[in-house]
């Protein structure tokens, strides 16, 4: 062998448990209006997967690890101040757990109304930047003032 080849090799990242890191693969079927239209990859497939996370709850569906989803749930109930507060996290826990997204920035937390609260920032992923927002609600009740 050459000196001047080089030997790539398929090393994949360890955590530290031991455990192999798995990159999720981007190539996925591409929803639109609630229906399949084709297959898609790359920022296309990153943009449709936050928003699945944005809009799956943790720790309900038995096909996900309780690593997918977030945890807006949590905010039910709770005073605008601390929701405030932890949306912000919740949503960079829930962005983190895909090994795709490298950054999270939370711009901005409004409060729309007595039960809503709207956030937005972007998702650095290894695709480019992609742009958020969510509503998340603090209230069961449909009573808006």
């Not at 190539?27 to 229906?35: A, C, F, M, P, Q």
Request: glycine share 4%.
């Amino acid at each position: 062998m050459d000196d001047e080849e080089e030997i790539e090799l398929d090393v994949e990242d360890e955590t530290d448990d031991g455990l192999e890191e798995e990159t999720l693969p981007s190539r996925t079927y591409l929803v639109k209006n609630g229906r399949i239209q084709s297959m898609t990859d790359g920022r296309e497939a990153m943009i449709q997967a936050i928003d699945k996370i944005l809009r799956t709850e943790r720790f309900v569906f038995p096909i996900y690890t309780e690593d997918y989803g977030n945890d807006f749930n949590e905010l039910l109930g709770k005073e605008f101040d601390y929701a405030e507060v932890e949306v912000e996290r919740m949503l960079e826990e829930a962005m983190y757990a895909d090994d795709r997204v490298t950054d999270v920035r939370v711009d901005d937390v409004q409060k729309m109304n007595s039960t809503t609260l709207m956030v937005s920032g972007t998702v650095e992923t290894i695709f480019g930047t992609v742009p958020i927002e969510s509503e998340v609600t603090l209230s069961e009740s449909t009573d808006v003032d």
